[in-house]
């Protein structure tokens, strides 16, 4: 990989990564950065997310796709449900564990791709699939209670939510642009229904955050969808899936880190020991796979 690219994929883990934190002061108002905001409603941050995603991408809707019903699963799978229960999860976990946990994708999408797509998984991967969950496990698990933290419970259903949602990626077929446009309005109307049923005043805990929570919705749909899947994709046109995936590992780091040294998330040998359990596991079957899916196939969620 040549230094220019390299640099442009840092940019994109940088970017990701960095939306943790962002997402995390939305939907909290952790750090305290504007009097009296305790952040948005997580369903109607969802709602916003995607209406603001489809109304920038509109113009890639044409022309319609050929396999309608497998972009509706994709959409209420990687969009609305994923982003529901992320968003839930960052409500009331650190972005820190988030991080982590939401890497737990790559192996459901693996184990998932096997039910439904009759792919083989050699001991390699089977043992990274393995380490993944022993590590995701320690990292949502709190023995003294011997309990498991909802918001964590919740980013957990969220990435399996998000490996539904790359089996019908896969059997959708479309670019990368056009896809996330679908998804964007597809997303919108079921997310807008359960916010109104199960949340309230989510309005006025939205503009509470002032200028500050518009400029987030701005970095988490322009930067994190568009600019950061757009390099991403771009990269991945460009250069094997072994060498590109594993690399994007680098954006739960960044997540970590930034959570741990701005929200002040505390550092637990569950967190340390679990993280580096779950990456490397993720790292494994990132790489394994690429070895029988063209790099075309290798798909991300959307952050």
């Not at 496990?137 to 933290?149: M, Q, R």
């Amino acid at each position: 990989m040549s230094a220019r690219h390299f640099l442009l994929l840092c940019g994109v883990c940088l970017i990701w990564g960095f939306n943790f934190v962002v997402a995390k002061w939305s939907l909290s108002g952790t750090p305290v950065i504007v009097d009296g905001f305790e952040g948005a409603p997580p369903l109607f941050f969802a709602f916003i997310r995607f209406a603001l995603l489809y109304a920038i991408l509109a113009p890639f809707l044409r022309p319609v796709p050929k396999r309608m019903g497998m972009v509706v699963g994709a959409g209420l799978t990687m969009g609305a449900l994923q982003f529901a229960l992320l968003f839930i999860g960052l409500r009331f976990a650190t972005p820190s564990t988030i991080a982590i946990i939401v890497q737990l994708a790559v192996p459901f999408t693996t184990i998932l791709s096997i039910l439904f797509l009759a792919e083989k998984v050699g001991w390699v991967r089977g043992l990274g699939m393995g380490l993944a969950f022993l590590g995701a496990s320690l990292v949502v698990f709190k023995p003294a209670e011997f309990s498991f933290t909802l918001g964590l419970l919740a980013a957990v259903g969220g990435a399996l939510a998000a490996g539904a949602g790359s089996i019908f990626v896969k059997r959708a077929d479309m670019p990368a642009m056009a896809l996330q446009a679908w998804i964007g309005l597809i997303s919108w109307p079921p997310l807008l229904l359960v916010s109104l049923i199960f949340e309230s005043h989510q309005i006025e805990a939205s503009l509470a955050g002032g200028w500050w929570f518009f400029a987030s919705l701005i970095f988490t749909v322009v930067l994190v969808n568009i600019v950061g899947h757009g390099g991403f994709y771009f990269l991945l046109r460009r250069y094997d899936a072994s060498l590109v995936a594993p690399l994007t590992l680098m954006a739960p780091l960044i997540g970590v880190i930034l959570g741990v040294v701005l929200l002040g998330d505390p550092v637990t040998w569950q967190l340390v020991l679990g993280g580096a359990l779950a990456l490397a596991g993720v790292a494994v079957v990132a790489a394994r796979r690429s070895k029988t899916l063209p790099p075309e196939n290798v798909i991300r969620r959307p952050r």
